[in-house]
């Protein structure tokens, strides 16, 4: 089977790479092992941790030659950013962006985070204009979201933060069982006049409040029950991100995938890439678990497989390597540096990855393939979480390489 791109990994970089070239009418493959790490987003993307006030390109500046942006350069940056707002958009999600700049969302912890992107029904403030009275609305018997926590960090930020606790009979049966009150559950129970009633039960606690913040259990497939919902509060409000399963995130997969199917990609769940076959410093072919002896070919080869969660990159005591080819990996020290006891502290194996060039194409036993690239968390040097970079890796090195192989193909 030929292709014009093959994506090996169906996560967040993975799907947008694959869009930007399906966009262009480019016959893409998506392998995926099934579940991505989207299934724990927030539904926010970080660019890059800096204060408010503070430019992009200025903290740009601050980050070492080994970092993605740094290889990227902060032009292309620039213009991949506004690239990105108009891709999600064509997707139909929804998101606020400034690509200048961040701005705040709410934490779980009721912590204020600098995001770059975010969905429109989550929280989107500056530090400087927090509303004074805020309502907290749990659900009761839910134990992944915690509105205490929310308020209690609320508080500390000068906020006069309330909480409370409310239900609907559509509930009642999830209730009576702990392992089915999840996020995505939640999700599926409330709509239609279920989430008018869970609104009435809100509105009844909130006359003397400015704002409304609510766990994010509504909209698994599209945002029109978080639009039911936001429209039937007496009061502004927004959303919180739970713990996982993120419904943010599972609809975000959701409507990436759809996008990329409907431009006429393919995408295989659930397989495994055990080999890839390389002849005269290419990619030729790749095999599949699920397809045995079928061999894939394509003119670029996209590695988005993620780091260690995902089984991008594999760990031995004596080594880290990329399973699929063994691709050249950037790591340092024996077993004993790679990580630091100090839980707080910045662990080292963060930074490790597979070792690319300025274009991002990676490298086999010391040479550089010419169709081969890696995108997203597989990358070498972005410490994402010092440096605050996790989502914005994986959206803007996607971009940046699916533009190297369309202009490539001109």
């Not at 509930?171 to 995505?184: G, Q």
């Amino acid at each position: 089977m030929r292709f014009d791109d093959i994506i090996i990994g169906g996560g967040l970089s993975g799907l947008l790479c694959g869009i930007s070239l399906a966009e262009t009418g480019r016959k893409c493959l998506i392998v995926s092992q099934g579940q991505s790490t989207l299934n724990f987003s927030s539904g926010a993307l970080e660019f890059l941790a800096c204060e408010e006030g503070v430019s992009y390109e200025q903290a740009l500046k601050s980050l070492p030659g080994s970092h993605p942006y740094s290889k990227i350069g902060a032009e292309h940056l620039f213009v991949l950013r506004a690239e990105a707002a108009g891709l999600f958009e064509r997707a139909g999600i929804p998101m606020r962006s400034d690509i200048r700049c961040n701005h705040w969302r709410i934490t779980p912890l009721g912590v204020l985070k600098p995001v770059w992107m975010s969905l429109s029904e989550m929280t989107f403030f500056s530090k400087k204009d927090l509303p004074e009275k805020i309502l907290v609305a749990g659900i009761k018997g839910f134990l992944d979201f915690n509105a205490s926590f929310v308020a209690s960090g609320l508080s500390e930020a000068g906020v006069d933060a309330k909480v409370c606790e409310v239900s609907v009979r559509e509930l009642d049966e999830l209730r009576d069982n702990a392992s089915e009150f999840r996020s995505a559950n939640l999700a599926r129970a409330l709509d239609g006049y279920a989430i008018d009633r869970l609104a009435e039960a809100i509105n009844a606690e909130s006359p003397e409040v400015d704002y409304i913040l609510l766990p994010a259990v509504f909209g698994l497939e599209n945002g029109k029950s978080v639009e039911r919902m936001l429209s039937k509060l007496d009061k502004p409000a927004a959303l919180i991100p739970t713990m996982a399963p993120s419904v943010p995130g599972i609809r975000l997969q959701k409507l990436l995938k759809k996008r990329f199917v409907a431009l006429g990609g393919t995408f295989i769940s659930g397989d495994n890439v055990i080999s890839a076959e390389v002849n005269g410093g290419r990619i030729d072919s790749i095999r599949t678990e699920r397809h045995g002896d079928t061999r894939f070919l394509a003119e670029n080869v996209i590695f988005a497989t993620g780091s260690f969660f995902s089984n991008g990159l594999k760990a031995t005591p004596e080594e880290i390597f990329e399973p699929i080819l063994h691709l050249d990996v950037d790591y340092s020290g024996s077993h004993g540096d790679w990580f630091n006891e100090d839980v707080y502290a910045v662990q080292p194996y963060l930074s490790f990855g597979v070792k690319t060039d300025d274009s991002l194409r990676v490298s086999l036993g010391g040479k550089t393939l010419e169709n081969a690239w890696a995108v997203g968390q597989l990358l070498s040097g972005s410490l994402p979480l010092k440096s605050g970079c996790l989502g914005g890796v994986s959206v803007l090195s996607a971009l940046y390489v699916a533009g190297q192989i369309k202009l490539a193909a001109q």
